[in-house]
C-alpha cells in the first residue's frame, strides 16, 4: 500500500471482505451418528426412543415419555401408540415391534428361571450330583420371588467330604445380588443323613449370612435313593 495514497486499498481481498471473522458453524450430530460413535449406552432414553421412530421424532419421544414413562410404554397396544401426539404409523409400528420382542426376552428370561419354594423343586435342580463319586458342594441363588438366577458349583471335595470357608459360598450371591441361597451336597456312599460335620457346617454358613443379610433357606443331602431337606427335618 503506497504512502502517497492512503485510500488505495491492497488488491488481496476485496474492501467488503477486510476484517471478516469467519463463521463456524457447529453442525450436532444426529442420533444415529452419535450412536454408532458412542454406542447405544451414550444416548438417553427419549434419543433411543426417537430413533426406533424415525425421522425428527424426538418431541413424540418426549411426549410420549412424560405421558407414560418408561415403564408405561411396554403396555401400550399398536392402536394406543399410534393415537399418541405427533406419533407416525410407521415409527409406531416400529416401537411396537420393539417392544414386542422385549416382552418376549422377558417371558424367556422368566421361563428359564425356575421358582424354588419347595425341597422337592430343589431336588430336581441337584439331583445330577448324586451319581458324582466324590462330594460336590452346590449353591442355588435366588431372587426375591425365590427365582434361580445362578447356580455354582462351590467346591468338590474328596470321597466323603467337601468343605469350603462361607465367604467361598457368599460370593456368588454378592455377585448376583442373591436374596438368598440354598446349599446341596451328595453324599457318594447313598446315605441322605447329614453328618454332624454337615450340620456344623451348615450352622457356619447361616451364621455368615446372616451377618451379611443373606439368608440360607435350606441344605440338601442328595444321594441316588431322595435327598433329605435341613429345613424339613428342622436342622436349620
Do not use: C
Request: charged share 25%.
Amino acid at each position: 500500500m503506497s504512502d502517497e495514497n492512503p485510500s488505495a486499498v491492497s488488491e488481496a481481498l476485496p474492501a467488503n471482505a477486510l476484517y471478516v471473522v469467519p463463521q463456524h458453524v457447529e453442525h450436532k450430530p444426529s442420533l444415529r451418528t452419535k450412536l454408532e460413535h458412542r454406542g447405544p449406552a451414550a444416548l438417553a432414553t427419549t434419543e433411543l426412543v426417537a430413533l426406533i421412530l424415525g425421522g425428527d421424532a424426538k418431541r413424540a419421544a418426549q411426549t410420549l415419555l412424560r405421558r407414560h414413562g418408561l415403564a408405561g410404554i411396554t403396555s401400550l397396544s399398536l392402536a394406543e401408540l399410534r393415537s399418541a401426539p405427533s406419533m407416525g404409523k410407521a415409527g409406531a409400528s416400529r416401537l411396537a415391534a420393539v417392544l414386542e420382542l422385549h416382552r418376549r426376552l422377558v417371558r424367556e428370561a422368566s421361563a428359564e428361571r425356575p421358582r424354588l419354594s419347595r425341597p422337592a423343586e430343589v431336588f430336581r435342580e441337584v439331583r445330577d450330583i448324586w451319581r458324582a463319586r466324590k462330594e460336590h458342594l452346590v449353591g442355588l441363588y435366588l431372587d426375591a420371588q425365590n427365582n434361580l438366577i445362578h447356580r455354582e458349583t462351590v467346591s468338590i471335595g474328596s470321597l466323603n467330604t467337601t468343605r469350603t470357608h462361607p465367604r467361598e459360598i457368599l460370593f456368588p450371591a454378592i455377585q448376583h445380588a442373591a436374596l438368598g441361597f440354598i446349599l446341596s451336597h451328595n453324599h457318594p456312599s447313598g446315605s441322605v443323613e447329614p453328618s454332624p460335620e454337615d450340620l456344623e457346617f451348615t450352622a457356619a454358613v447361616k451364621r455368615a449370612g446372616e451377618l451379611m443379610g443373606i439368608e440360607l433357606y435350606d441344605h440338601l443331602v442328595v444321594s441316588a435313593y431322595g435327598f433329605t431337606s435341613m429345613r424339613e427335618r428342622g436342622l436349620l
